[in-house]
Every structure is written in structure tokens, then in C-alpha cells.
């Protein structure tokens, strides 16, 4: 913790020169590196058998299995140093839990169960170790991650508490043959092309007078983490790889976001969306011809899908004016590590075994989930994977355009007053797009200001 007082000492001297901020950082990253060398090897020559690092891991059960044999590999592997795993207790978040754990003095050294959304208040806990005092911390980041993406997960005192691990990209799935029957050739890439695939598949099919299939659909509920999967992919696309915040300044009301309430408010205007709730899988029926989902989608509709559905997957569509990449929100997890750790040397050590290709190549197979890393479709160690699972290698290829959420206080009330807002303009239509926008980020202002007080 010294360490980490002398790195926030660092930044915030002023007036300081670029070139003694350098040479300071150097020292510190040699001698965090020869303590933490020195404290580990102390400890561990001594009585080798009894140096163990606790690693905490999620609790779902294909993640529990997956981290099962990497800890089996490591401790068979490594003499002095064990690994012990244990899943994340359950409880209503794994957020919740950490910071339980982080005011009682219980945390683990090692978690990869890390949401970055959150990281602020872990930060301010003081229960995180600053990693880029590791001296080979950039090093092994931008071998990995690319550097855009990197930064993204910069904290607000210059510092990194997390590494980049696995994402969900939110993209498009959509039901090819309903596309076909409606001469769609190609998937929607903006939103008129949605909007006039939307008029081609909405039909009332049976005759009642009302709509019963629909271009997409999104749960209508008013709960913040819904809109991580439909305003908040669409923002971070139109806005070209934006947040919701800059410099640690919100920016909500934006032309971006207006644009974004404005396409939903249509949807859902036209009856292109319900605004029900549908009951079954409406996906797989065949009578909803789009979703926005993360990998995961891919195993269960390979599960449950009639043997004749067909579907695919692209991008997430952007303004029609919008020029360059199409960027998504990534659903990432991260891993960090505790500063209650005895062993920061050892944990980095393992954390690096962690994010290895061989263990990025188990996580792809036993979870589907996509690790970070900015070589990942043009490696060959993964091509084979690739090649039995072409759908997996899109959402693999838009990894590298995907961004997570900003680690600020008060950001779960951010969105809840964006749902609130959403709901009102989008789903209901009684406000303005940009009247609702420009609320949505005063009631936000408000909402930071008092908890400040």
C-alpha cells in the first residue's frame, strides 16, 4: 500500500516534469517488484509448502469447471506456490460480496469474476493493488489488448486495478429465413435499413388486427442492467467507441444518445417492437426475427433450435451517418488483485497464467466466451477453434471494437434514471427524444451531486 501511496503521490505532484515522472515510476516499479520478490521468497524458502494464494472465480458452473482444471494445471505445475479456488459466495451481486468482503479484511488474492462498472468503489475501498507497478505490466497488456481498449479501463487516478480478461459483445442474431421470406439479403447495418427491414417482417399474421411478429424484441421493465443490452450497445456504437462519461465528466446528452432514443421511439411507435411481455421463446418460435445478445446465445440456440432454423449474426446497426468501425458494448470481466494479499508477486504470476493462450483457448471451449485478446482470429493456436465454430469467430472478431462501463460511483443510479427516461420516450412515447436525453443527464447531475454531499 506504500507503494501505491507513492505512485497517487507521483500523479498528483504539480507542476512535475515528464522526465522525472519517469524516472520516479522506474524506481517505484523496481522496488515494488524486488519487495514483493523479496517478501515471497522470504516467505516461501522457509516453508515452501505453505504459501497458497486464494483465487476467486465465478459462480457459474461452466466458469467453476473451466477455473477447476487451470488451478489443477498451475498447482501440478508450481511446488511452492498452491492455488486454492473457491466460487464467488452467492449472494443478490458478486459486487455486493467483494466490497462485503473488502470492509471485512476477507478478500481473496485473486478474483476474475471483476465488473468494471464497480471498480470505483473497490478503488476508494482501498482493496485493490495498483498493477502498473508491476514492471512488465504494459508489456504483457499491450501484447494482449489493444491499446484504445487498453485505456478504457484506465481508473480516474491514472492508475490500472483490473486486466482485460473475457467479453460478450452485444450483437445482432437474427432468424435468416424470416429475412429471406421478406427479400432481405443482407443484415440491417444502419438504422433506416433496419427500420425498413422492420416494415417487411412486422406482420399481423393470423388476422386479429394486431401485430404477432415483430422485427425484435427487448424487455420493457425499467431495470437499469436492461439497458446494457439495447440503449447502451447503440450509444456506444453511434458514438464511435464512447462512454457515458469523459475525463470523469458525464456527457449523456449528446446528439448520439438523441439518436438512439429517437430509433427506439420509432420501434416501438410502428409496433416493430412489443410492448408486452412475451411469454416462451418467441426467438425460436420464429415469430421475433432479431435479438441483441452476447455469446452465450450461441450454445442455447444450438440446444433448443428446430433442426431447420437458421440464423446468423452481425453488428449492431449505427446511424446513417456514422463512418468508421461498429464498436459494442463488450459485457466484460476482468480480474484484479486484492491488496490483502501477502504475495502480490506470486498473484501476478498467476494472473498471467490465467490470461495464457492455452487457458484463453479452455475458455473459448468450455464457456464461449470471448478472452481479450487483439490477435485472437488471426492466431493460429485458435484457427481450429474458428473453424468449428464460424459464429463464435464473429463475436470473436468484434471483440477488439467493444467497450465495458465506466468505473464511476453511482453508476447503477446513472442508468436506472436512463431506464426511467427510456421507458417514458421510447417504449411509451410521451416525451421528446432530446428532452428526454437532456433529463436524463440532469436528474444523473443531481443524483452525483447529493451523493457527494
Same mark, same amino acid.
Given at each position: ?5 507513492l505512485?497517487? !503521490?507521483v ?6 516534469s515528464d ?9 517505484l516499479?523496481?522496488? !515494488? ?8 521468497v ?5 516453508e515452501?509448502n ?13 466458469e ?11 498447482n501440478?505445475?508450481h ?5 486454492? !479456488? ?9 459486487e455486493?460480496?467483494?466490497l462485503?468482503?473488502i470492509?471485512? @479484511? ?10 468494471p462498472?464497480? =471498480? ?6 482501498? @482493496? ?7 514492471p512488465?505490466?504494459?508489456?504483457? =497488456?499491450?501484447?494482449?489488448v ?23 459483445p ?36 393470423? @388476422? ?16 437499469w ?13 453511434a458514438?464511435?467507441?464512447g ?11 449528446n446528439?448520439?444518445?438523441?439518436k ?8 416501438? =411507435?410502428?409496433?416493430y417492437?412489443?410492448?408486452?411481455? !412475451? ?10 426475427a ?6 452465450w ?17 452481425a ?13 459494442t ?6 480480474i ?19 490470461i495464457?493462450?492455452?487457458n ?17 482470429v ?20 468484434q ?6 462501463v465506466d ?19 421510447c ?20 443524483? =452525483? ?5
Amino acid at each position: 500500500m506504500f507503494i501505491v501511496f507513492l505512485c497517487d !503521490l507521483v500523479y498528483n505532484l504539480n507542476p512535475i516534469s515528464d522526465s522525472l515522472i519517469k524516472r520516479t515510476m522506474l524506481f517505484l516499479s523496481v522496488l !515494488l517488484f524486488v519487495v514483493g520478490c523479496v517478501r515471497d521468497v522470504g516467505d516461501s524458502t522457509s516453508e515452501v509448502n505453505e504459501v497458497y494464494l486464494t483465487y476467486w472465480c465465478s459462480p457459474n458452473q461452466q466458469e467453476i469447471e473451466l477455473a477447476q482444471k487451470v488451478v489443477e494445471i498451475w498447482n501440478d505445475e508450481h511446488d511452492s506456490v498452491k492455488v486454492r !479456488l473457491q466460487p464467488i459466495p452467492a449472494s443478490q451481486s458478486s459486487e455486493e460480496v467483494l466490497l462485503a468482503a473488502i470492509a471485512g @479484511g476477507t478478500t481473496p488474492d485473486i478474483c476474475s469474476n471483476m465488473w468494471p462498472g464497480a =471498480m470505483s468503489d473497490f478503488i476508494k475501498a482501498g @482493496g485493490l493493488v495498483c498493477l502498473d507497478t508491476f514492471p512488465d505490466f504494459y508489456d504483457v =497488456m499491450l501484447s494482449r489488448v489493444p491499446d484504445d481498449l487498453l485505456e478504457s479501463f484506465r481508473a480516474e487516478d491514472g492508475h490500472f486495478y483490473q486486466v482485460p480478461w473475457k467479453c460478450n459483445p452485444v450483437m445482432m442474431v437474427y432468424n435468416v429465413k424470416l429475412f429471406k421470406e421478406a427479400g432481405i439479403e443482407k443484415p440491417p447495418a444502419t438504422y433506416s435499413e433496419f427500420l425498413a427491414a422492420a416494415r417487411k417482417i412486422s406482420k399481423d399474421i393470423d @388476422g386479429d388486427g394486431k401485430p404477432d411478429r415483430w422485427m425484435g424484441y427487448r424487455d420493457i421493465k425499467p431495470i437499469w442492467w436492461q439497458r446494457l443490452f439495447d440503449f447502451y450497445p447503440f450509444y456506444i456504437a453511434a458514438t464511435g467507441g464512447g462512454t457515458l462519461f469523459k475525463k470523469g465528466k458525464l456527457i449523456l446528452n449528446n446528439p448520439a444518445a438523441v439518436k438512439v432514443f429517437s430509433f427506439f421511439q420509432r420501434l416501438y =411507435m410502428e409496433n416493430y417492437f412489443p410492448r408486452s411481455t !412475451l411469454q416462451g421463446d418467441q426467438f425460436l418460435a420464429g415469430n421475433i426475427a432479431v435479438q441483441f445478445s452476447g455469446t452465450w446465445i450461441v450454445s442455447y440456440i444450438e440446444r433448443f433450435k428446430r433442426e431447420d432454423f437458421e440464423y446468423d449474426i452481425a453488428p449492431v446497426p449505427v446511424p446513417d451517418d456514422y463512418r468508421g468501425p461498429v464498436y459494442t458494448y463488450g459485457d466484460p470481466k476482468n480480474i484484479s488483485i486484492f491488496s490483502t494479499t501477502h504475495y502480490p508477486g506470486y498473484a501476478w504470476e498467476f494472473v498471467k497464467f490465467l490470461i495464457s493462450k492455452a487457458n484463453d483457448l479452455a475458455l473459448l471451449r468450455k464457456c464461449t466466451q470471448i478472452p481479450v485478446r487483439k490477435d485472437l482470429v488471426t492466431d493460429e493456436y485458435f484457427k481450429e477453434y474458428f473453424k468449428e465454430n464460424p459464429k463464435i469467430r464473429k463475436f470473436a472478431e468484434q471483440a477488439p471494437y467493444t467497450r465495458g462501463v465506466d468505473g464511476v460511483p453511482d453508476l447503477k443510479e446513472i442508468f436506472h434514471i436512463v431506464s426511467l427516461e427510456y421507458e417514458a420516450c421510447c417504449i411509451y412515447g410521451v416525451k421528446e427524444p432530446g428532452k428526454a436525453v437532456q433529463d436524463a443527464e440532469r436528474n444523473a447531475k443531481v443524483v =452525483m451531486e447529493w451523493n457527494r454531499q
